[in-house]
């Protein structure tokens, strides 16, 4: 007989439930403003198992090419190939369920002026057969992806993230940034880094911190709201930057290196195919176009090999 997920709702898990409703609401309408053409497009889906989501894309914008935010909120009995990776607490007899809820999102802008940008925060559960909680902590993080070396972008980028980190915990952005910079690498292609870093976070305790679950929350819901004084002023500085050829065409090559992260490395990806997620909202975050030229070459300084060596980790703060 398969177990089946217990009939139990926690107030973290309602609180969380209300919580990524909300946001997801707030993340979209700050991006149709940014856009100004393009709406998005709500797509319900149901998991096999317990619990759905609802994805939004918007597409062909004046701004951006192809943009994604989807919530999901899901629940069922967790598959030993997904706990062994978690490292939550599961149960100690018996089947592991979970409950999952969060937001995430990757946008990708039409022009290569404009950097990509991904976010995704999260509440987990893990309960026993019984219902009882085993554990249960928040994740998640945002990251810039530049195509051309403006420097000033991931500086005020990294600069308003500390800021918010700092109204929460002094140890925030000096621990997570670092995390951020080793977990968004390409290791199959010598630990190249995706893009220029952020911040990223996992099993994140309140208590372990000495803070409450409310303090928790409101951080995890800062993350989520920080692409208003993070990310929005790039794009309205750079929307209208004129580009040529060269750059969409490397803009085009960098995604390829942003796809192979995401199918080979991204453990949301992992979890979301593991748990008989829909299939269209996983892999929401793959850009519509991208490019692999075999082994490509760029002259010393020229702007893609500047790009490059702007993408290795550094202290954006002092920048």
């Not at 979209?28 to 096999?48: H, N, T, V």
């Not at 062909?60 to 069922?76: H, I, P, Q, T, Y």
């Not at 976010?119 to 249960?136: I, K, P």
């Not at 500085?237 to 490395?265: I, K, P, S, T």
Request: charged fraction near 25%.
């Amino acid at each position: 007989m398969t177990a089946t997920a217990p009939a139990v709702v926690t107030s973290r898990r309602a609180r969380a439930e209300a919580w990524v409703a909300a946001l997801h609401d707030d993340i979209c309408r700050m991006f149709e403003r940014l856009d100004g053409k393009a709406g998005f497009r709500e797509d319900r889906w149901e998991r096999p198992g317990g619990g759905g989501g609802w994805a939004r894309v918007m597409t062909d914008g004046a701004v951006f090419e192809k943009a994604g935010v989807n919530r999901s909120v899901v629940l069922g009995v967790l598959p030993p190939a997904a706990a062994a990776k978690l490292g939550g607490r599961g149960a100690a007899v018996g089947s592991t369920h979970f409950f999952a809820a969060g937001v995430s999102l990757v946008i990708h802008p039409r022009s290569p002026k404009v950097p990509t940008v991904h976010l995704n925060v999260r509440y987990f559960e893990l309960t026993d057969e019984s219902g009882t909680v085993t554990d249960a902590w928040l994740g998640g993080g945002t990251d810039l992806t530049p195509y051309y070396p403006h420097e000033e972008d991931p500086a005020h980028f990294h600069r308003a993230l500390k800021r918010f980190c700092d109204g929460f915990h002094p140890d925030f952005y000096a621990k997570y940034k670092p995390w951020c910079d080793e977990y968004f690498r390409n290791t199959h292609r010598g630990g190249e880094a995706r893009g220029a870093g952020g911040i990223f976070y996992d099993h994140l305790r309140p208590e372990d911190l000495e803070l409450t679950w409310d303090q928790g929350f409101a951080f995890a819901d800062a993350v989520g709201h920080s692409l208003e004084a993070a990310y929005a002023p790039i794009v309205e500085r750079r929307r209208d930057e004129a580009y040529g050829e060269a750059e969409r065409h490397f803009q085009l090559l960098r995604r390829g290196r942003y796809v192979e992260f995401n199918l080979v490395h991204d453990r949301g990806t992992t979890f979301g195919l593991q748990t008989n997620a829909r299939i269209e909202s996983v892999l929401m975050s793959l850009p519509p176009l991208a490019a692999w030229d075999y082994d490509p070459q760029f002259a010393p300084g020229s702007f893609e090999a500047r790009l490059i060596a702007m993408l290795a980790p550094r202290d954006w703060i002092g920048a």
